[in-house]
């Protein structure tokens, strides 16, 4: 059983950290926009000292970058911690993190709420070798500081179980919406192009209902974990720190494909890799994310439906997390029934203390 954070509730403070890419350099206005999104729940925005620095200082620093997250788990002001957008290099705090006793005992003493998506994903997995439960969910800039005239209501409804002590069901979207193509000044206040959702929750393969814990993250981050595709030093960094986990057996996994949606063949190939590690031949069941702007639907649901097959795995496809617009927070370690016949996902617990 993973450490739960205490639920949030008005007054509390959000830590603002930038663990991968530095895209909140000049960008006062966007922070602002969300600290008045936050405010509408009751919740203060706190800013790490480095949040917003330069994205070249951010790359060439990984040790302040674990530095701020370390500092928001010794505040005591702090109760929740938001990661500003994925990026591709996390993996490179693992040793900061990892090899400072202070900051692992912060973590197991003082669970706090952690959330992001992408390649936050690699964060995460530090998390999970530590005990702790975190969110694979919105981020600051894509949610809670979107230029949209306000939050999406999927958004909202979805960040207002934060503050509930029950387990919740995790829903399909009636609405899903296209990625911005301009995030300049023009595009403030211009709502994203919605479109109704046809198809909603799909179950690939199996039949019945299916238990387990919650594991996984973002396809692309986990293939590079294993194979150094994006930087070289990342599997002997995964060797050292085993971070990848050990105890996908009777877990519901869940994964989805990056922003980047890439095509059918490559997808394979990540995929592949993946099972080669037997967590396909380990899972409970698998659910898969809604790609952004519906990328792709068919060519990847033969896709999951052959790997389902060969491992025997059920699926359940196009459900709202990851890069698709809307997302819902997944939380890691918490007991879920998939129910492959009504196509629906419950939590069995409440993720909170």
Known sequence: MGLKPNRLKKGDTVALVTLSAGSLYEA??????GRKRLANFGLKLKVMPHAQEHHQFIFDHPEIRA???KAAFLDNEVQAILCTIGGSDTYRLAPFLLDDPEFVTAVQQHPKVFMGFSDTTLNHLVFHKLGLNTFYGPSFLNDFADIGPEMLPFSIENFEHFFKAEPYELKSSPIWYDER???????WNVSRMPHREKKGYESLYGQGIYSGQLLGGCIESLFDLLTGNSYADEPAINEQYQLWPNDWANKVIFLEPSQ???NPHTLSIYLHRLAQTGMFDQATALIIGKTQND???????????????RH???VLYNVNFGHGFPRLSIPYGIDVKVDMDQAKIWLQESPWQ
């Not at 006062?28 to 926009?33: G, I, K, Q, R």
């Not at 193509?181 to 595009?187: K, L």
């Not at 990328?295 to 097959?309: F, M, R, S, T, V």
């Open 312 to 314: 025997n795995l059920p």
């Open 295 to 309: 990328a792709y639907y068919n060519e990847y649901k033969k896709i999951y439906k052959q790997l389902a097959k």
């Open 260 to 262: 980047e949606n890439p």
């Open 181 to 187: 193509q301009d995030f300049s000044e023009a595009s």
């Open 67 to 69: 530095a701020d997250l």
């Open 28 to 33: 006062d206005n966007v922070v602002e926009l």
